[in-house]
């Protein structure tokens, strides 16, 4: 390779561009504005709402049809669901939550790689942390909207017991819980930046939370010490709290461990995704074909 | 306003360029030019941060490029006919970069300013996959000019452009007499109207 130098040369001394003296945007404008980029595809919300709704409602009949055919063994803990129909429509209502922190961050993180738009937002003076849940930003409000539908039409349409449920409490648990995913999901999208593979590895994660934190059965069936050992996953704490909101139990304790978790796993995810970005600049992943 | 020391980027055991130096004064414009492949748009994806560099430094401003005070300085439009948000509008992609770019009041004066400069508004409201290359190569060098940069980075700016539109890209950096650019490309006209010239030569 030839070594080349080039000096331009011009009279020095002139004044800067303005950008670096100006006062720009702040960390919440950035995240607000990243959200909004989203919001300004309609296409991306309409379609989309109805067509999950449409297979969130069949996949909720399935489960409906199942748990009147198949009846749980004598003293199996349901934490508090009255039937294992409510105990697994409460688990499919997270499991958005869980997808949205998986499959749906780290497949948008490799379309904006592909696509280039993740080199052009890695250029802009945007701190990491408003980058990464700026990203997230937008799943995670439609998550949060999604679920609010399917719990309205379980309880208004599929039965789902609700007599006793203190929908503050819901609420509370359920923004909570997205928050602490909020934290995961932002991790797989560092690793989906700096190693690749992300799509892989967001659907072993979805997978393997919804196997140990309760989903589709209670984590008192898991083996050894399993149930004590998946008590400090956020998803198994939030599904405990929604059930228990939704049952008429304590949920304060699950929220205050939700938000706890959160105000960890955010500045760590933040931080993984700083680095993430580092090293896909030293690597040029930053933009995969 | 742009300086680079003993710079290097290889990928693997390929070297793009080594040992570069480069002095760039406020104000000034230097054309990047080189056959295809030779590395110039790797050259301004490093100075733009989005590529680290293997060995040496650069710096925008006497920060570091990459760093967040370099980003704040630089406005860049790699590849200029991608790298866009297809199914977002022309003012909405560079309302984008100036909401991240500028304060609140500050967005829709400078989106305006832009459109019209670059004559985007004829198609401002339509989503960018239906513009063609020339259309979509405007909406990202007016996405580069928000916030007014102190450092252009330009990767072929004009190869999509008619003659009408190259003539506004120019107008528009006429008008910014402190602006330092960058500006890779082909054209014979690009490079006479810039006061320096660094040529890279083909990777063996």
Redesign the interface.
């Known amino acids: 390779?030839?070594?080349?130098?080039?000096?331009?040369?011009?009279?020095?001394?002139?004044?800067?561009?303005?950008?670096?003296r100006?006062?720009?945007?702040n960390a919440v404008?950035?995240v607000?504005?990243?959200v909004?980029?989203d919001l300004?595809?309609p296409?991306?919300f309409r379609l989309p709402l109805l067509l999950d709704v449409a297979f969130g409602v069949v996949n909720l009949v399935v489960f409906l049809f199942i748990s009147r055919v198949l009846t749980p063994a004598t003293g199996t803990d349901l934490t508090r669901s009255p039937s294992y129909f409510d105990f697994v429509a409460v688990g499919i209502t997270f499991l958005l939550v869980l997808q949205a922190a998986s499959t749906q961050l780290t497949g948008r993180v490799i379309r904006e790689q592909r696509?280039?738009?993740l080199?052009?937002?890695?250029?802009?003076?945007?701190?990491v942390s408003a980058l990464a849940i700026g990203t997230a930003g937008y799943p995670f409000l439609f998550v949060l909207l999604r679920s609010g539908v399917y719990l309205t039409i379980l309880a208004t349409v599929l039965g789902l017991r609700t007599e006793h449920a203190d929908w503050w409490g819901v609420t509370v648990v359920l923004v909570a819980g997205s928050a602490a995913m909020m934290g995961v999901g932002i991790g797989l999208a560092a690793f989906t930046i700096a190693v690749g593979h992300g799509d892989g590895a967001a659907r072993l994660v979805v997978v393997g939370l919804s196997f140990v934190s309760g989903t589709y059965f209670p984590v008192s069936e898991l083996p050894g010490p399993l149930p004590e050992l998946t008590a400090v996953l956020p998803s198994r704490i939030a599904l405990d709290g929604l059930r228990a909101a939704l049952t008429g139990g304590h949920w304060a304790w699950s929220a205050g461990a939700l938000l706890a978790a959160t105000a960890l796993l955010l500045p760590v995810a933040s931080w993984a995704f700083g680095r993430a970005l580092?090293i896909a600049?030293?690597r040029?992943t930053?933009?995969r074909d | 306003m742009l300086t680079v020391r003993r710079a290097q980027r290889r990928f693997g055991r390929r070297v793009i360029f080594t040992d570069l130096d480069l002095d760039v004064a406020a104000g000034a414009r230097v054309f990047l030019g080189g056959s295809n492949g030779s590395g110039k748009t790797t050259l301004l994806r490093c100075l733009s941060g989005t590529l680290a560099l293997s060995t040496g430094q650069a710096t925008v401003g006497g920060h570091p490029v990459g760093s967040l005070p370099a980003r704040r300085l630089t406005g860049v439009c790699l590849a200029p006919e991608q790298g866009l948000y297809e199914k977002l509008s022309a003012r909405e992609n560079v309302a984008l970069v100036a909401r991240l770019r500028l304060p609140r009041r500050a967005v829709a004066p400078a989106v305006a300013g832009l459109e019209e400069e670059l004559d985007l508004t004829g198609y401002a409201t339509v989503p960018v996959e239906r513009c063609s290359a020339g259309m979509r190569a405007r909406v990202s060098i007016a996405r580069a000019l928000v916030g007014g940069p102190a450092l252009l980075l330009l990767d072929e700016p004009s190869r999509s452009l008619d003659d009408p539109s190259r003539l506004l890209l120019w107008q528009a950096l006429d008008r910014r007499p402190e602006l330092t650019c960058v500006i890779a490309s082909h054209h014979a006209d690009d490079r006479r109207r810039c006061q320096s010239a660094l040529t890279l030569a083909a990777a063996a």
């Open positions: 390779m030839t070594p080349t130098a080039a000096t331009a040369t011009r009279a020095a001394g002139r004044r800067e561009g303005g950008a670096g100006r006062g720009g945007a404008g950035m607000l504005a990243l909004r980029r300004g595809d296409r991306q696509s280039g738009t080199e052009l937002l890695a250029a802009q003076p945007v701190p580092r600049a030293r040029g930053l933009k």
